[in-house]
């Protein structure tokens, strides 16, 4: 099976993240909390996960395992 490749998306409105179309921004799958993935960290490709924790001042923020991605995780390559 080939994987899809595009960037990550968060939409507000659906309360969801996708994997969405380089040049149009059109979402072509969605991610789900437990979904595995891979993002692009410099040139290698890292196994990873969408997970929810606490910033230094205790408010919530998304995180990706394995990486040092944090917060607003929009427009990172990534692939399914």
Partial sequence: MEKREGLLTFDINSGKFWICDVEE????TDIEFGDTFEV???DEWVQT?????NDTDGN???KLKNTNYAGILDDLEVRM
Wanted: hydrophobic content about 55%; cysteine-free.
């Fill in 25 to 28: 921004h059109a979402p072509i």
């Fill in 40 to 42: 692009k960290v410099g």
């Fill in 49 to 53: 996960g969408i997970e929810i924790t």
């Fill in 60 to 62: 919530l923020l998304f």
